[in-house]
């Protein structure tokens, strides 16, 4: 049986599961140390530290890093969409970034298109076709506000 949606929050939101979860499936956000700051089906808020595994030479998080956080910002939205829902698959099928500023601390990711994920993902379920999405993520810095990149992902979901 599948789980719920508030028991599929529960889990992510339990960092020893989370960690097996990124060990399982995304191994550089473990070894990232990727944290889950707050999650709803509408919201969802990943930080990045600032430090030796994710830094670069030129002393500023390293662009990879930011992407991968940013990224697990959306999909975490599109993975809740579909819990209890039929089988599908969820792809990126684009990306467009912008660096506004040096990552140089902790870094906050947000998305807020949890509730246009869930009727693409309805929409994919209910037509049997694939259908895209294109949803922002934010990258603000925790120590001073500033905002350090600004990220788009395209996301694909198809009805398996």
Not at 12 to 30: T, V
Not at 44 to 54: A, K, M
């Amino acid at each position: 049986m599948a789980a719920t949606r508030q028991q599929y929050l529960d889990k992510l939101r339990n960092p020893f599961l989370l960690k097996l979860f990124f060990l399982q499936k995304l191994p550089s956000l473990l070894f990232w140390r990727v944290q889950i700051k707050s999650i709803t089906p509408e919201q969802g808020q990943v930080r990045i530290p600032y430090g030796w595994r994710t830094q670069n030479p030129f002393k500023s998080t390293y662009f990879a890093a930011q992407c991968g956080a940013a990224e697990f910002s959306t999909g975490l939205l599109g993975l809740i969409a579909l819990t209890e829902k039929s089988p599908c698959s969820m792809l990126i099928v684009g990306m467009e970034v912008q660096f506004v500023k040096k990552a140089t601390s902790w870094v906050t990711f947000t998305c807020e298109e949890g509730e246009a994920i869930q009727v693409v993902v309805q929409k994919a379920i209910d037509t049997g076709l694939p259908q895209v999405i294109t949803v922002s993520s934010t990258g603000i810095q925790e120590d001073n506000g500033a905002v350090v990149a600004k990220m788009s992902f395209t996301w694909s979901f198809k009805k398996k």
